[in-house]
């Protein structure tokens, strides 16, 4: 037996994250050995992920794995995995729109989706929630364009935009849009509205934890009594949520608001769930964008935003800001989320073999 063992695998920029796409056929289908096999290729544990692909942050240590899907409704299966950089954990407990804006470009470059000529949309089963997005991706003359003029705050430059629709995600993972029942709970004595549009979210004023929430991530992480607060908020709305115990869950997210600085809807911070996100993940925003228009939620407070059919609503963070389009009816008091959209953009990095220690897969 050899010492490392290759396996195929190709490098892409999703958004404002960064990770490993996989065919799901070239991993192990047993869980404990596939997780394994993803922790070597990684690095981790390791803060540094130095003797793997990781990158030390959240953000840059996630991993997609991608397949035919064997759904009417669907082009492709994505499962979601983040590997976390600071201990030997995977898990599959959320998606990502971020790593799922490179599913698309990854189907057509690994033949999975044929191009139809000088876009092709890409059904996506996201097997994390249960939900479908279609992702339509330029493909001028049968190949993936990558350059264009699309700019997405957080990412340096331009490039093709790949525009994600996204289909019932209301209540993927917590059951319903407000998975506690109510537009707002008090949980610490502190007011907040518990949202799922695709993503578990916590919504709370900064100010009512003592923040701003103008403040930039590492200064936000450096403040320990906040932190602690924010943590006994979630791990006490997780029950609420209809997650349960969430105590080493990577849901819900937390997410500081405040009034908007640069003419956008709202001021973000979120917490992911214990480092500070540098921007706003992709169902995040979704999840708080929906909450600006609900009345009476936390969100719609502090963003003075009116119910309308139809909005764009323009989501700040540390990096720039983060636009999401909402359909909506209203029935009764019910706000129903009739259709969700937004941009992003991907980059194929590079493809070729990681290679792991053959110890971690013996039986390949």
Known sequence: ????????????RGGTSK???????????????RDAVLLAAMGSPDVREIDGMGGGHPLTSKVALVRTSAREDADVDYLFLQVWP????????????????????????ESLVAATGETTNVRIWMENTGSLAVATVQTPK???????????????????????????VAGSTCGSLLPTGNVVEVIEGIRVTCIDNGMPVVCMAAEEVGLSGYEDPTTIESNQM??????RIRLAAGPLMNLGDVTNATVPKMCLLAQSQHGGTVSTRT?????????????GALSVATACLLPG???ADISGVEVSEHAVLDIEHPSGYFSVTLD????????????????????????????VPSAVWPDR
């Open 1 to 12: 037996m050899t010492s490392q063992m290759a396996i195929r695998c190709s490098v892409l």
């Open 19 to 33: 990770g490993l796409y996989f065919h799901f056929g070239d991993l192990p289908t047993e869980r404990a050995t």
């Open 86 to 109: 600071d201990r030997a954990e995977v898990s599959d407990t959320q998606n990502c729109g971020n790593l799922l804006a490179g599913v698309g470009p990854f189907a057509i470059e």
């Open 142 to 168: 049968g190949r993936v364009r990558y350059e264009g003029d699309a700019h997405i705050d957080g990412v340096p430059g331009t490039h093709a935009p790949i525009n994600i629709e996204f289909l019932d």
């Open 226 to 231: 906040v932190c602690e607060l924010v943590e």
């Open 271 to 283: 917490f992911i769930p214990k480092r500070v996100h540098d921007s706003i993940g992709v169902f």
């Open 297 to 299: 939620s936390v969100a």
């Open 328 to 355: 909506v009816s209203r029935h009764g008091d019910e706000v129903v989320v009739d259709h969700a959209a937004l941009v992003r953009t991907a980059r194929l990095l590079m493809r070729g073999d990681v290679f």
